[in-house]
């Protein structure tokens, strides 16, 4: 049972777009959640991150909103840019984070010239 | 570097053998965490440590794997008689402490494959 899900295995945004990647979670108790960008044989690296007392974080082009009603957040990127392109993981974390991060499957995302 | 560090990059061995997995986290973070990446499937929890103590063993695939940490600092992820679906990229974590609102750094991962 997956707990969060990232529906779009891949994305494909025009240079200079808004690129947006979504994801849901079905685990109430999560508390925290983040974006990772992940390129081949690298380990992830930590984008940005909302706690769920807000609905949105801003980070230079990357904006996380967060929709704790309908169990859903997503990653806003603009403008796009090719260094852009790479496997972004969505994860979550319940308050204490005993149980480590829940990850979805990652979307990969290539930004077209 | 200020990153975490695991050794070695890349592992190859034949079944049955042991193997012990070593990452050094980032100066001062207290929360540590080891997570695998088989092929074609997504990230998994194995377990974590704040401090010295990893409170629950519990996301360890079997009784083969055994983890430890010493000085609050590195931490060395044993299998023990390794069998071909041990193979997997192994991931560790370290984060400033074990609250929610910290996020969890990455090191490149330590690539195990069983002959």
């Known amino acids: 049972d997956q707990q969060v899900k990232q529906n779009s295995p891949s994305l494909s945004v025009q240079e200079g777009r808004i690129s947006i990647l979504n994801c849901d979670y079905t685990?109430?108790?999560?508390?925290?959640f983040l974006w990772y960008k992940k390129y081949p044989a690298e380990g992830p690296t930590f984008l940005i991150s909302?706690?769920?007392?807000?609905d949105k974080n801003e980070d230079g082009r990357f904006t996380v909103f967060l929709n704790k009603s309908a169990k859903h957040l997503s990653l806003h990127i603009v403008p796009s840019q090719p260094g852009d392109s790479a496997v972004y993981f969505c994860a979550a974390i319940g308050l204490g984070g005993a149980d480590g991060l829940t990850f979805g499957k990652g979307t990969h995302l290539i930004i077209q010239p | 570097g200020a990153g975490v560090s695991q050794s070695p990059s890349n592992k190859v061995t034949e079944k049955g053998k042991d193997v012990e997995l070593r990452c050094d986290p980032i100066s001062g973070h207290t929360a540590l965490y080891w997570y695998r990446q088989s092929l074609g499937q997504g990230l998994e929890f194995l377990i974590y440590?704040?401090?010295?103590?990893?409170?629950?063993k519990s996301g360890l695939p079997s009784d083969r794997f055994s983890a430890e940490r010493t000085g609050g600092s590195v931490s060395t992820l044993t299998i023990q008689r390794t069998q071909q679906e041990d193979s997997a990229v192994y991931l560790c974590?370290?984060?400033?402490?074990?609250?929610?609102?910290?996020?969890?750094?990455f090191g490149d991962g330590t690539r195990l494959s069983i002959l």
């Open positions: 974590a370290s984060s400033l402490r074990q609250t929610t609102n910290q996020p969890q750094h």
């Open positions: 909302i706690s769920s007392i807000k």
């Open positions: 685990n109430s108790m999560f508390d925290y």
């Open positions: 440590f704040q401090g010295n103590s990893a409170p629950d």
